[in-house]
T-cell receptor, first 116, second 110 residues
Framework: GAVVSQHPSWVICKSGTSVKIECRSL??????MFWYRQFPKQSLMLMAT?????????EQGVEKDKFLINHASLTLSTLTVTSAHPEDSSFYIC????????????FGPGTRLTVT | RKEVEQDPGPFNVPEGATVAFNCTYS??????FFWYRQDCRKEPKLLMS???SGNEDGRFTAQLNRASQYISLLIRDSKLSDSATYLC???????????FGSGTKLNVKP
């Protein structure tokens, strides 16, 4: 099956610092990757859609200057949480779809961010 | 109104029981439907796609009712390992937009 990795899986940082999360599709090319955030006992919330070679599309209420997304290649997208605050602490998950089966998403294992 | 709605549960069932979840979607233009399973503090994993004619995969059966705009998931002979949150996902054949339900929690007890 399709494999998506994320790095790091877990990070603790101090308030005001920036954190970069990588999402890679390991065995397929993904022209589109998605970034989600999930707070405890809540469902996934789509933050942005990342298209290779173009600017990301952000969902309403998500600050594009705070959550910087770069999709430099068909297998890599990065999310940078800038000037992180404790309220940014959450579970960040990326997903990617295969060109051959574009309506199925495969999720990365997630990154648990804790901002102190 | 939410794009996708699910009963949050929890559904507490004994091992061996049959349990069914429903999920309703609000937009009749929706075309693709999926059930995902999410374990606590883990990423969602695709359980099965839902086809117009309905589909079965072992103990799991998914059905689509376009007229009433809902999809269902039936789990037969529940196992302890089936305990998880089941997410309903809908896509309008716009690759860039997937809508997630809030999930239905299933607890299978010995």
């Amino acid at each position: 099956g399709a494999v998506v990795s994320q790095h790091p899986s877990w990070v603790i940082c101090k308030s005001g610092t920036s954190v970069k999360i990588e999402c890679r599709s390991l065995d397929f090319q993904a022209t589109t990757m998605f970034w989600y955030r999930q707070f405890p006992k809540q469902s996934l919330m789509l933050m942005a859609t990342s298209n290779e070679g173009s600017k990301a599309t952000y969902e309403q209420g998500v600050e594009k200057d705070k959550f910087l997304i770069n999709h430099a290649s068909l297998t890599l997208s990065t999310l940078t949480v800038t000037s992180a605050h404790p309220e940014d602490s959450s579970f960040y998950i990326c997903s990617a779809g295969r060109l051959a089966r574009p309506y199925e998403q495969y999720f990365g294992p997630g990154t648990r961010l804790t901002v102190t | 109104r939410k794009e996708v709605e699910q009963d949050p549960g929890p559904f507490n069932v004994p091992e061996g029981a049959t349990v069914a979840f429903n999920c309703t979607y609000s937009n009749s233009a929706s075309q693709s439907f999926f059930w995902y399973r999410q374990d606590c503090r883990k990423e969602p994993k695709l359980l099965m796609s839902v086809y117009s004619s309905g589909n079965e995969d072992g103990r799991f059966t998914a059905q689509l009712n376009r007229a009433s705009q809902y999809i269902s998931l039936l789990i037969r002979d529940s196992k302890l390992s089936d305990s998880a949150t089941y997410l309903c996902v809908v896509n309008r054949n716009n690759f860039n937009k997937f809508y997630f339900g809030s999930g239905t929690k299933l607890n299978v007890k010995p």
